[in-house]
């Protein structure tokens, strides 16, 4: 599955819980920006352990 952000074609790895918006399936680098906002949780999709580097999803 592609990152839901806009002009973004990278792999999603990542889902976004957002208290005030509908959850997001973004790719890693979106994922570190979205995750610095208060209230904001990123966990990591199953699939992510393959784009992402060893033990960086448990």
């Known amino acids: 599955m ?5 002009g973004c074609e990278s792999e999603a790895t990542f889902q976004l819980y957002i208290p005030w918006a509908e ?3 973004v790719c890693a680098g979106h994922a570190r920006v979205y995750g610095q906002k208060d ?5 990591p ?3 992510a352990d393959e784009e992402l580097p060893d033990g960086a999803s448990n």
Do not use: P, Q, T, Y
């Open 39 to 43: 209230g904001i949780v990123a966990d």
């Open 45 to 47: 999709l199953a699939s």
């Open 23 to 25: 959850n997001r399936r």
């Open 2 to 6: 592609e990152c839901s952000e806009e």
